[in-house]
């Protein structure tokens, strides 16, 4: 699902200095954004006109899982129809500290401890989200989620559709996924690839504190159901953020680094897998262009289109599996809409299609590491400018 | 065998119980009649759902104790020596250890064959040794190493041993128990006098999918035993907040259901000798393990957030299952110190061989890395990483 034009009707409600994409960018109003918080009536606590603070916005640093954790406090603060649920998310304060301490402000009810059954508490969410509530279902790994997948699919995706519009399912699944450190093969699992296909979801990947932060707000303040991947080995990654009013459009990619030789497409981990392989490219003379994706789906049409104009070679790489991934579809969308605008078939960097094992060079080999990413420039840009090829 | 032992309770040994016979601080009387090298002792009474309990008189001989012994003890040592390896470094991702658990496992290898199936959760090291592995196999497996039982591709939750019909090992919690009805099934199927066994924690009881399986088991006559390793503990979450009736022997509902002190190897035996017999003839039944897990979840959780110091140390002080059958082995006369500490040196030996063994030996290479995905190798070529590269999957010979 993508979009190349503006959908008629979308205003950008919160001006442009919430939630704003680098100076240099190309100011076109974003697909779909949020509605201001002063123009929704929504019962509860809180100051709903937090303008005198959005200048004085707080600026510390963070680790993700504090900034995620942020969020989530700030946002039950300012809507007390906001909950989590899930495993050991409340006394224990989640198995990624993410949830840490809430409960004993929040109490038991919002900061819901559920028993062991993903199928049983993801279905209860989409539930409470219909009656008007605001669940966070967190899944302790992404991969257990599978046991929900047809709660996900059936009911949190297609209920606003099937009801002809009646009932909003405006929760926000979220959780660690990806490959850690030797978790083994059920463990280190990339289920992008799997909720890609299920229409009326939104995915968003999160890859820097600041970003975490920004997007979960959002995400929880969205009314569309939204599958929000963490990644296990980033939840210590520091980073600046930004006050309690700062948020991020969840449709929008992120440029991470400006450049003409060729787009980078990346997303969660892989974003400082491919800032790693920057740093050699940039010794060697090439000038790529690194664009973290942030909306899996639907895709950041606008920003992606720009890129591979501006450059007209694409790279993805990605950490799902090479069959089906997210780089597949994208691939494919790039393809598909660009086909004149590229001088290289695009390339893409994916995890092979193998069990990902426990041993950890095997681990190792089967996820794109930075040399391979040096490589495929290499191979897609050929010689720097300027520099002869060595 | 169950036969003698409900025809075994003398009534000299209850009147010795009721005369007022040393019991520890939970009730629990010690060893009551030894003869010659026999000895019968009283277990904890079973709590039963919809069938008539087994006698709680057992009998086992100076041989059997002594196996049961070491075998514990040796499963303890390898925990230990686990965490430490943990801790340095050499065992990465998750790591579930079984120590204070190690009874049940002894006591149904006790009582089943291998000819018998099991099934069990991520908390598998000790099951693993229990059906035939050894403990050389799983250090190097946590390790990584070629030499592990999964060569190194499967790690600390995926432990499986075909020939001796140990079916893993199981990463996600609850799914197990399907399979291990799948188990039961292939043994109605083939008519082979065999039971399935799934073991599931306290945790993992709340999953539908269990519930689904008790219901098929039961529609079909299943020759299933399920059993429910109750520590107490879902990760951080005690049962009491997260099950409506943790009596986990009743949730079958229309199946029976045993409760067993889980930390008695002797109770544990009398409890799944008795379920095999009544899965074999009159259908499936869930036994419940009333045990406790000493370290926490994993080695990710230090264990102490959600329970006190005072609780883990009452246990291990007053019910650990290694020191219970010290006591009877001592108390009956049966061994003296000597021999049971030569035994654990022993042990530790072994398990200290197996570190060595595993520290020496190589780490899976690239050869193994596309092996095993189709049984078939399909002659198949997988894309590598990055478009340029190619890996075949080799054709796998049996």
């Given at each position: 699902m993508y979009f190349s034009k503006v959908m008629s009707g979308c205003v950008d409600l919160r001006g442009p200095r919430a939630g704003a994409p680098p100076a240099s960018y190309d100011p076109l109003p974003p697909i779909w954004t949020h509605p201001d918080p002063q123009s929704v009536t929504r019962a509860g606590p809180g100051p709903l006109n937090r303008a005198s603070t959005r200048t004085a916005a707080a600026k510390k640093e963070l680790m993700m899982w504090e900034s995620l954790r942020e969020a989530l406090d700030e946002e039950m603060e300012r809507d007390p129809t906001v909950c989590l649920m899930g495993e050991d998310v409340g006394h224990y304060g989640g198995s990624y500290k993410v949830s840490y301490g809430l409960h004993k402000k929040y109490g038991d009810m919002r900061l819901l401890?559920?028993?062991?059954?993903?199928?049983?508490?993801?279905?209860?969410?989409?539930?409470?989200?219909?009656?008007?509530?605001?669940?966070?279902?967190e899944g302790m790994n992404m991969g257990f989620l599978l046991l929900a997948f047809n709660q996900i699919s059936n009911n949190c995706g297609m209920l606003h559709y099937t009801s002809g519009g009646q009932?909003?399912?405006?929760?926000?699944?979220?959780?660690?996924?990806?490959?850690?450190?030797?978790?083994g093969a059920e463990h280190s699992q990339r289920l992008e690839s799997y909720f890609q296909s299920i229409p009326g979801v939104q995915l968003v990947a999160v890859s820097t504190a600041k970003n975490a932060k920004a997007l979960l707000k959002a995400a929880i303040r969205s009314d569309n159901p939204i599958i929000f991947f963490e990644h296990v080995l980033l939840y210590n990654v520091k980073g600046e953020v930004e006050g309690p009013e700062y948020t991020q459009c969840l449709e929008r990619a992120e440029i991470v680094r400006e450049g003409t030789d060729v787009s980078i497409f990346c997303y969660s981990r892989m974003r400082y897998v491919v800032m790693q392989a920057v740093k050699q490219l940039e010794k060697e003379g090439y000038n790529p262009e690194v664009v973290d994706l942030i909306s899996l789906k639907p895709f950041d049409m606008q920003t992606i289109s720009r890129s591979v104009k501006k450059t007209r070679r694409a790279i993805i790489v990605e950490e799902c599996m090479k069959t089906g991934g997210i780089g597949a579809s994208l691939s494919a969308v790039i393809h598909e809409s660009l086909f004149n605008d590229?001088?290289?078939?695009?390339?893409?960097?994916?995890?092979?299609?193998v069990p990902t094992a426990y041993a950890y060079e095997?681990?190792?080999?089967?996820?794109?590491?930075?040399?391979?990413?040096?490589?495929?420039?290499?191979?897609?840009?050929?010689?720097?400018?300027?520099?002869?090829?060595? | 065998m169950l036969g003698a032992l409900s025809k075994a309770s003398s009534s000299a040994v209850r009147a010795r119980l009721s005369s007022g016979a040393p019991r520890d601080i939970l009730g629990r009387a010690f060893a009551a009649k030894v003869d010659g090298d026999t000895l019968s002792v009283e277990v904890n009474p079973f709590t039963a759902h919809k069938v008539e309990p087994p006698s709680t008189t057992v009998t086992a001989t100076k041989d059997e104790l002594i196996k049961y012994f070491r075998e514990m003890y040796l499963i303890r040592r390898m925990e230990i020596s686990a965490d430490m390896l943990y801790k340095a470094k050499q065992i990465r991702g998750f790591c579930h250890l079984y120590d204070g658990q190690e009874a049940i496992s002894v006591g149904m290898e006790a009582a089943l064959t291998y000819k018998d199936s099991i099934i069990t959760s991520y908390r598998d090291h000790a099951t693993h040794v229990g059906r035939g592995g050894t403990v050389a196999e799983v250090i190097a497996e946590l390790m990584g190493r070629r030499t592990g039982a999964s060569m190194g591709k499967g790690g600390s939750m995926h432990m499986y041993k075909r020939e001796h019909n140990f079916y893993g090992g199981q990463g996600i919690v609850g799914a197990q128990v399907p399979l291990g009805a799948g188990l039961a099934l292939g043994h109605q199927y083939l008519d082979d006098g065999s039971v399935g066994v799934a073991i599931y924690g306290d945790g993992a009881a709340n999953q539908g999918q269990i519930f689904e399986a008790f219901n098929m088991a039961s529609l079909w006559n299943l020759p299933?035993?399920?059993?429910?390793?109750?520590?107490?503990?879902?990760?951080?979450?005690?049962?009491?907040?997260?099950?409506?009736?943790?009596?986990?022997?009743?949730?079958?509902?229309?199946?029976?259901?045993?409760?067993?002190?889980?930390?008695?190897?002797?109770?544990?035996?009398?409890?799944?000798?008795?379920a095999k017999q009544h899965a074999l003839a009159e259908g499936p039944i869930v036994l419940e393990m009333d045990t406790y897990r000493y370290h926490g979840h994993s080695m990710s959780d230090p264990g102490s957030t959600y329970?006190?110091?005072?609780?883990?140390?009452?246990i291990r002080q007053h019910r650990d299952p290694i020191e219970h059958v010290r006591k009877l082995l001592l108390d009956a006369g049966?061994?003296?110190?000597?021999?049971?500490?030569?035994?654990?040196?022993?042990?530790?030996?072994?398990?200290d061989?197996?570190?060595?063994?595993?520290?020496?030996?190589?780490?899976?290479?690239?050869?193994?890395?596309?092996?095993?995905?189709?049984?078939?190798g399909l002659g198949m070529q997988l894309r590598g990483v990055d478009r340029m590269s190619w890996l075949t999957a080799p054709k796998q010979e049996d």
């Open positions: 401890d559920t028993p062991i059954c993903e199928n049983g508490f993801m279905g209860m969410g989409v539930g409470a989200a219909m009656t008007g509530l605001r669940p966070i279902v009932f909003k399912v405006p929760m926000v699944i979220r959780g660690p996924g990806g490959v850690g450190r030797q978790l590229l001088d290289h078939e695009v390339v893409r960097l994916s995890s092979q299609d095997l681990e190792a080999a089967t996820i794109v590491q930075p040399e391979k990413v040096v490589a495929a420039v290499h191979r897609v840009v050929g010689a720097p400018a300027g520099v002869a090829y060595a | 299933a035993i399920f059993v429910c390793e109750n520590n107490h503990y879902g990760m951080g979450t005690a049962e009491w907040r997260s099950a409506k009736s943790p009596a986990y022997f009743s949730r079958g509902d229309y199946m029976p259901g045993l409760k067993v002190d889980g930390m008695d190897v002797l109770a544990v035996r009398a409890a799944v000798a008795f329970r006190t110091r005072d609780e883990v140390s009452n049966l061994a003296e110190v000597a021999e049971l500490k030569a035994l654990e040196k022993e042990a530790k030996k072994e398990v061989a197996a570190i060595e063994a595993a520290k020496a030996a190589d780490f899976p290479g690239q050869d193994v890395l596309a092996a095993h995905i189709y049984k078939e």
